[in-house]
T-cell receptor, first 115, second 115 residues
Framework: DTGVSQDPRHKITKRGQNVTFRCDPI?????LYWYRQTLGQGPEFLTY????????KSRLLSDRFSAERPKGSFSTLEIQRTEQGDSAMYLC?????????????FGPGTRLTVT | QQQVKQSPQSLIVQKGGISIINCAYE??????FPWYQQFPGKGPALLIA?????SEKKEGRFTISFNKSAKQFSLHIMDSQPGDSATYFC??????????????FGQGTTLQVKP
């Protein structure tokens, strides 16, 4: 399977705990995005990496959230001191801009439930 | 500020009918407009996308119509099938040098195709 993969697919945690999600983009895709999707809503942008550089962060990304993309390959999203409002689907997408191709391909997501 | 508005919220169509979903955007700098299909528990899958230099794009049973002056675009699903039952999201983005390409999504339309 050469698509975007995410791990874990589901995570249940207690309020106040830290969680970390991993995203493996499509090979050679230099652009990586994180989005958050709550029930019944469209995905909302969280942050963007071009290679290993984090170039944009949404205001939705509070200081409890941190993301990394070491060596421009996989990426991790960590949430510290989780709150019930963090419960959502966290989606990763990757793309490789060339010619006029701008398609973003999404992974299956990580469903986070904070109890 | 809601930058992409999508309607209707839900849609029921008979098998073989035409499904039409509409989106309107505010930011005239947007220059890439994709549509995504999402099944429950899955990540969004890219269906079809359009740039503002064309007014229509067709891929199989899916057609995007784009009206730059009205800042509106729509998805038409011809010969709708029960397997098309899913949630559809429109999105908009700014591409090109210096832009991240982050997607701004509409609120989604839940389509049900009755057999």
């Amino acid at each position: 399977d050469t698509g975007v993969s995410q791990d874990p697919r589901h995570k249940i945690t207690k309020r106040g705990q830290n969680v970390t999600f991993r995203c493996d983009p499509i090979s050679e895709h230099n652009r990586l995005y994180w989005y958050r999707q709550t029930l019944g809503q469209g995905p909302e942008f969280l942050t963007y990496f071009q290679n290993e550089a984090q170039l944009e962060k949404s205001r939705l990304l509070s200081d409890r959230f941190s993301a990394e993309r070491p060596k421009g390959s996989f990426s991790t999203l960590e949430i510290q001191r989780t709150e019930q409002g963090d419960s959502a689907m966290y989606l990763c997408a990757s793309s490789y801009h060339r010619d006029r191709s701008y398609e973003q391909y999404f992974g299956p997501g990580t469903r986070l439930t904070v109890t | 500020q809601q930058q992409v508005k999508q309607s209707p919220q839900s849609l029921i169509v008979q098998k073989g009918g035409i499904s039409i979903i509409n989106c309107a955007y505010e930011n005239t700098a947007f220059d890439y407009f994709p549509w995504y299909q999402q099944f429950p528990g899955k990540g969004p899958a890219l269906l079809i996308a359009i740039r503002p230099d064309v007014s229509e794009k067709k891929e199989g049973r899916f057609t995007i119509s784009f009206n730059k002056s009205a800042k509106q675009f729509s998805l038409h699903i011809m010969d709708s099938q029960p397997g098309d039952s899913a949630t559809y999201f429109c999105a908009a983005s700014r591409m090109g040098s210096g832009n991240t390409g982050k997607l701004i999504f509409g609120q989604g339309t839940t389509l049900q195709v009755k057999p």
